[in-house]
């Protein structure tokens, strides 16, 4: 079965790091970019960012460079994205997505709170 | 950076009846890099269109999508009561891959 799957919600402290995984199933994980999109309460759909699923290389949105980080593991199919120095506004859902004609293929979502 | 400007914000509909949404472009959009998408609370959000106008997989035939250069809509030709939900549309495919600010389908 095609998939992304997310791992489970978060609760952290501001100013911690946080990282999220999104596990890829059922295709060749290599063969199809992925990309990070975040929906902060009552907002809409903002894209983060991709990586080369190739050759490991990031490419951030301008809203999100300096404390994000894209990262994979290829040998277990897995994509990540790091937040660091966290921010009470980066409480929100964060999705992967794999793209090919448009983001086709979309993970559960992670819902990341920060809260003191 | 290309900015997506939708509207309307919120439409009020019943079942059944057709409704157009817009998607304008602040610079031009290659066809072949707009996408549309449905997202309802609590799930993923799901790929409706791309290219302008290609459906996606497994997509019924009520939604289409046109336009061209700055002015794209997309159509559901007779609303179902599971098509109300949030639609956004997305310049992909030449970084930054933007996402309008979403129209709201509410049932009336």
């Known amino acids: 079965q095609v998939q992304l799957v997310q791992s489970g919600s978060e609760l952290k402290k501001p100013g911690a790091s946080v990282k999220v995984s999104c596990k890829a199933s059922?295709?060749?994980?290599?063969?199809?970019?992925m990309n990070w999109v975040r929906q902060a309460p009552g907002k809409g759909l903002e894209w983060m960012g991709w990586?080369?699923?190739?050759?490991?290389?990031?490419t951030y949105a301008q809203a999100f460079t300096g404390r994000f980080v894209f990262s994979l593991d290829t040998s277990v199919s897995t994509a990540y994205l790091q937040i660091n120095s966290l921010k009470t506004d980066d409480t929100a859902v964060y999705y992967c997505?794999?793209?090919?004609?448009?983001?086709?293929?979309w993970g559960q979502g992670t819902l990341v709170t920060v809260s003191s | 950076e290309i900015v997506l400007t939708q509207s309307p914000g919120t439409l009020s509909l019943s079942p059944g009846e057709r409704v157009t949404l817009s998607c304008r472009a602040s610079?031009?959009?290659?066809?072949?890099?707009l996408a549309w998408y449905q997202h309802k609370p609590g799930q993923a959000p799901r790929l409706l269109i791309y290219?302008?106008?290609s459906r996606a997989t497994g997509i019924p035939d009520r939604f289409s999508g046109s336009g061209s250069g700055t002015d794209f809509t997309l159509t559901i030709s007779r609303l179902e009561p599971e098509d109300f939900a949030v639609y956004y549309c997305?310049?992909?495919?030449?970084?930054?891959?933007?996402f309008g600010q979403g129209t709201k389908l509410e049932i009336k």
């Open positions: 997505a794999r793209s090919w004609h448009g983001f086709d293929l």
């Open positions: 059922g295709y060749t994980f290599t063969s199809y970019a």
């Open positions: 990586i080369n699923t190739n050759t490991g290389n990031p």
């Open positions: 610079q031009s959009v290659s066809t072949s890099y």
């Open positions: 290219g302008a106008s």
């Open positions: 997305q310049r992909y495919g030449i970084s930054p891959y933007t």
